[in-house]
């Protein structure tokens, strides 16, 4: 298995700096074609007494437009040493920005995006994250400022279909890592079924030539911050696991793993729903 084509996602307005350095680094590796895209919404406008002017409409456009070749630039000098093909994908979309790149999609085998940058929230230019891992059919690699290239790999292993989903996806990263560790976090008794269960993942990984240990641990009741601490402990620059095992509004209203992974602090994280 490889990644025959990435498609990396550009913020309109940022330098996208690290995404576009992870980007690169992967298609080299895999001597894979990229698409860049980007996409803005129109102006928002609400329908009431006021009026808005026609020159101000006129100049956000023309400030998009300049946006979206600015993005382009920036792609196309990153990706300069890349041998693989490049495309690129700039449009302003009446639809989410989320729902554009996730229809667009069809042709990549996986997504790069950044974080949400911490400006206040555009709604003209905001992806957003969950509705992509959700809407896309991709698993969706979260590049973080400062993330580092995908050398050292933690696999948070539930035993659900979205964690299954997931490392299949991610062997094409998992064949290339120098490290592989995958961690189950369990209740007390249940640490004999949860080591059972690692090596029947362990012994599927190795037979498709990934070397990996394995880890059965006691949650201690905050699983994200407990894997983002082994993940620290072991300097992993990547964790995999599968997205929105509970429902969505579950996670969000109180919290939970696919929140923090989609919110990534100094290493990236692939996801798959």
Known sequence: M???????????????TDVLRITADLARRFDAAVIGIAACQPMQMVVGDGYICGDLIAENDQLVVAELDAAEQQFRTAMAGCSGALSWQGNLS????????ARAARAADLIVAGTAPDAPADVQRRLSLDDLVMQSGRPLLVVPPGA??????LVGWTDTRETRRAIVDALPVLKMASQVEVVELGKAGDQDTARARLDDVCGW????????TTVATLSNGDDARQLQDIAAAQHSDVIVAGAFG???LLEWVLGG?????LAPVGRCSLLSH
């Open 2 to 16: 490889t990644y025959s084509t990435l498609m990396v996602q550009l913020e309109l307005g940022q330098p996208n």
């Open 94 to 101: 009446c639809s989410s920005i989320a729902d554009y790149i």
């Open 148 to 153: 580092t290239l995908l050398q050292r790999v």
């Open 205 to 212: 990984l190795r037979r498709h030539g990934v070397e990996c």
């Open 246 to 248: 509970h429902s969505r």
């Open 257 to 261: 793993m696919t929140r923090s992974l």
